[in-house]
């Protein structure tokens, strides 16, 4: 079952314990994705050795169709038993992020209007809007390459902690490091481990055996060997004081307290639309009445205006998500690497299949397709190179086609560009008209994006345009 098709199975349930029931059903039909195992190395200065670590967060659905999910504390655990695996320390996160071959910044999303708390942190349609935001920046810091290995940064991870012997039926959470190293989420038992899971927390599973020299050893044994858990547990007081207990390797829970329903008073969790899109910061007008504008950070400045011969069709290469639009302004508001390096990245318009967002002014240049940067205008599209022709003719891509077939429209009309198709051939001989990511790749050799794909369906798409411009 693919990963979008889940979020639409998981949308209508309750958070807490139908929700978590439903996933861990799912984990055990075979709907978790198997993330490879990474090595990560660890030392205490007299034994070395290594882990192994998934490299991502528990995850539904398809390696190319995936939603990572979060998952309160008893369940978190029941899916490490089910698959024969242990939780992370808060030391072995550390570890992670230190090893992790790709790093991304930690993407906070805040609360919607009106909530003092926001309790559509918890719904579905967050974490899947974050699960969007995550795959735009791993995508960047990967170079669309594909997956690369252990990755890390991009969520606050379920631990195991002795602190849960004295805050019973509290969920443990530690992480989503910075840059720097730093985590923005100290250690916390501040959240009911019995039904608490919002879209920034993250299931990472550990092999259960380790290795020091040349043995494998009990992972479990090693946290709770006081001369040996040095090397996965943070022994201070302010972390666990020391090894960790048959009781904490396992985070086990007390019998859960008496549910109390969230209300705004309690600084708990209150009920919420079920996809509240993700703020968009307006710096500044756009070109067009009644489209949002957030200015992308990387761009060129045309004081005296620009000739505009082309229209520049690109994928963001992230899942088809309501608010996809959005997130790709939010990156192009900040792009950054894996190591917090600066990506020169940002394209005038990002469409999706409800919204439009303009995050270049059209007189200025936006780094999209080197080639065409300088007299195109760039449409990002959400959704994927890799897409088959029947997902370009689903109803999600049919929305999104119209709304950008109707503004690529409009564009034609302002700038006189003829609403015809123009390959590689047709760009080097200085054609005018509408062009994709590859179509410049294969001209000028300053890039290797293969976007939109060859199923894009481009004829179809010409078609809407010519209608369009007949009332634009």
Known sequence: MRGSDIVQQLSPLAYGQERSDAIYSLVVAGSIVRWPMSKVPVSDGKLSGYLLVADDYVSLGTPDDFVRVPLDAPTAQKVANHLGMLLP???????????????????????????PYDGSMLTVGRFWTHNGWIELGHGAAAGRGGRTGLIAGHKKDVVLSNRTLKQPGRVPIYGWQQFNGKPIQPLSLIHEAFWYADYAHGCRLVAPIIRLGDVDVSLEEVMMDPQRCGLVVDVSAMFDGGPLTLQTTRLALTTPAPYVKPTPAT??????????????????????PGIKFQQAEQYKAIQAGRKVDLVVIHTAELPEIPTGAEAVANYFSRPRGKNGEVVVASAHFCVDDDST?????????????????NNGIQIEHAGYARQTASEWADDYSTRELQISAQLTAKLCVKYAIPPNFVDDIGLLAGARGITTHVAVSKAFKRSNHQDPGVHYPMEHYLDMVRQFMETA
């Open 89 to 115: 320390t808060t030391k072995i996160v550390d570890l992670v992020w230190r090893a992790a071959a790709v790093k991304l910044q930690p993407m906070p999303m805040t609360p919607a209007e009106g909530f």
């Open 357 to 373: 967002v303009q995050c270049v002014l059209e007189k200025d240049i936006a780094y999209a397709a080197p080639g065409a940067n």
């Open 267 to 288: 600084g708990t969790p209150i009920p919420a639309p079920s996809s509240p899109p993700p703020p968009v910061v307006v710096r500044g007008t756009g070109d067009w």
